[in-house]
């Protein structure tokens, strides 16, 4: 493992290089714009765990309490703003040829920084999908003005989230499946690597052949498997990444 601040010169040759970029982030990278991570004693709500109400369970059993704490959710997040870790992102979709994000992350920032190739592996707290129809929509009113929220054809809506006990969308994990063995570099932000899907992707873009660099707060279980891990905070080393790979 490399635990550097900058980018080592294979590094930087490879992102420069690079036709087709992925990259993978968790949340790490919104927690430097102030998102809570609902875990632990932080993550309680009327002293339920997240785990207690991101079911399909919890949704059948008391769908208004489900949604209550997904409208105070939002609210939380409703001021938050793009950092920087979010905008270097945003800048690279439109600098490289082929360019994917997939994200485990449901805020929104990325969407709000720019980015419009992606994938979102876990959803979207500000969509909602019809229970009737599946059809899926935006709705970023906040606070909801009736909980839990009707589709217009009158049925109920739910989250467009990924719940505890959820397989993920078929499409999406697949388009993430082709990415990360298509990609000639792959960045790693904010990811604990651990939560699959999504931590075996890297793994997948170095056995078919990409530089995968990790960026995060601390050591991960693939730290030693990729190519360099790059320790501190998300927003700062994308911005001398992008620095250095751009003023060569």
Same mark, same amino acid.
């Given at each position: ?41 932080? /993550? ?5 765990? #997240?785990?207690?109400? *991101?079911?399909?369970? &919890?949704? +059948?059993?008391?769908?208004? @309490? !489900? ?97 505890? /006990? ?5 499409? #999406?994990?697949?388009? *993430?499946?082709?990415? &990360?063995? +298509?990609?000639?570099?792959? @960045? !790693? ?60």
């Amino acid at each position: 493992m490399v635990s550097v601040y900058h980018l080592m010169n294979s590094g930087k040759d490879a992102l420069i290089s690079a036709k087709n970029v992925v990259v993978l982030t968790g949340a790490g990278i919104s927690a430097e714009s102030g998102v809570p991570t609902f875990r632990g004693e932080d /993550g309680l709500w009327r002293n339920f765990r #997240a785990e207690e109400l *991101a079911t399909p369970e &919890a949704f +059948e059993s008391n769908p208004k @309490l !489900v949604w209550e704490w997904y409208d105070w959710r939002r609210q939380l997040l409703k001021p938050l703003k793009p950092n920087k870790g979010h905008e270097v992102i945003a800048r690279f979709e439109k600098r490289f040829p082929e360019f994917l994000l997939i994200t485990q992350n449901v805020d929104g920032l990325h969407q709000k920084a720019g980015n419009k190739k992606m994938v979102e592996l876990h959803g979207n707290i500000w969509k909602v999908r019809c229970l009737r129809d599946g059809k899926v929509t935006d709705n970023f009113e906040t606070p909801l003005s009736k909980i839990p929220p009707s589709c217009e054809c009158g049925a109920m809506l739910r989250p467009h989230i990924v719940w505890f /006990g959820e397989s993920l969308p078929y499409d #999406a994990i697949q388009q *993430a499946y082709k990415a &990360a063995n +298509e990609c000639d570099v792959m @960045l !790693v932000v904010g990811t604990s690597a651990v939560v699959q899907p999504a931590a075996s992707l890297p793994l997948i873009a170095k056995e078919h052949g990409a530089y995968v660099i990790e960026v995060n707060a601390e050591e991960t279980p693939i730290s030693d498997v990729v190519n360099e891990s790059l320790i501190g905070k998300a927003g700062e080393i994308l911005s001398e990444i992008e620095r250095l790979i751009w003023s060569t």
